[in-house]
């Protein structure tokens, strides 16, 4: 209870200095990229036939425009970040970016994709993170259009925030259903960590060839605190599935090796780890909706809970806005080095 009022004062804090941003209006960097899964999606899959979609209420019941696609009742982290970094529009979807300015940045973010190809293809199609970045290939393509060369086109991607949140759905949408993927009958957890930090790295590499330059990778969360793992596989009911926790410690630990080996190797490149598991936000048993026990989304049309601020999660997978203002508001400007290494998003967009 004390970590977390404490947590809610910097929230006020921290609110305060965006205000100061908003009124300047003057955005720290001119454009920010999103990469990634359900946690950061703003509307890629609601074309896609695909479980991993929600476009319907009570998905948006707290976002200006209604539901959009994205998993939650208003805003995303990443949302939060762009309104941190100042930059006056939310990042629009690769899907849909009529009437968008893509030198603003373009959000990628897939539900149920994963570091894997064939991650979450039990839910239906989905963009995974190849595609993801493949498509940012052609975005950058048409940036070199608009800016006249590709010289101006990378000058400008330098200058951009690479926001990456994936390889949750590596776990949930494939390595823990050995029913429809092979991953566990072919890596223990240690190997399976090592070969998703590999691939991811290829994939990191690809968008620093394109000109990506600041890197803010997303921790994964614990797993094993979800609600619908908690009711799946919990024991006592109540408490987190130690197991599921372990592989996302595993996956943190080797994307912080890579950190580190990619901010002595990349030249000119900076990359953080946000430890999205050590942001605590509140209690993991509840969420607000009625969900779907299979896939744990919301139950379309379903009515809610009236206080949506009141609970860690809106659904049994995906966190509230309120976490994920928490969890963004820490990962922009830590108060502590445990949230944010070796920098926070600020710091990181600010050298
Ligand atoms: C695309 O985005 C525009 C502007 O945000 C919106 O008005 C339109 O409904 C969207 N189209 C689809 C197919 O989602
Ligand atoms: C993943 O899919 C892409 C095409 O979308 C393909 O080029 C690549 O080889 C695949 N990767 C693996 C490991 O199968
Ligand atoms: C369940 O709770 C009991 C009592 O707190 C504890 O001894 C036991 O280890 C727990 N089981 C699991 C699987 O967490
Ligand atoms: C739009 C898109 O890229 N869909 C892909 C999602 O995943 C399935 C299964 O791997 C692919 O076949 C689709 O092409």
Known sequence: MG??????????????????FCVLGVPQVPCHFIFGDSLSDCGNN?????????????YGIDFPAGPTGR??????EADFIT?????????????????????????YASG?????NETGTRLGENFSLVKQVQNHRVIASQIATKLGSIDKAQQHLNKCLYYMNIGSNDYINNYEQPDYYPSQSLFTPEQYAAVLIQQYSVQLRALYAIGARRFALIGMMRLGCTPREISIHGKNGTLCVEEDNDYS??????????VDRFNRELFGAKFILINTAAIATGDENYYCCKVDDKIGLCLPNSVPCNDRSQFKFFDA?????????VT??????????????????NQLVSI
């Open 3 to 20: 970590c977390e009022t404490k947590l809610w004062l910097e929230v006020l804090f921290f609110s305060v200095t965006c205000m100061q």
């Open 46 to 58: 609601n074309g896609l036939s695909t479980k991993a979609k929600v476009n319907y209420l009570p």
């Open 71 to 76: 998993f939650t009742n208003g805003l995303t």
């Open 83 to 107: 309104q941190l970094l100042g930059l006056k529009n939310l990042i629009p979807p690769f899907a849909n970016l009529s009437s968008s300015d893509i030198l603003e940045g373009v959000n």
């Open 112 to 116: 149920s994709a994963g570091i894997r």
């Open 249 to 258: 410690l595993l996956f943190n630990s080797n994307l912080r090796t890579l």
């Open 317 to 325: 997978v995906h966190p509230s806005e309120k976490t994920n203002q």
């Open 328 to 345: 963004a508001m820490n990962a922009y400007k830590s108060p502590s080095p445990a949230y944010a290494y070796p920098m926070d998003i």
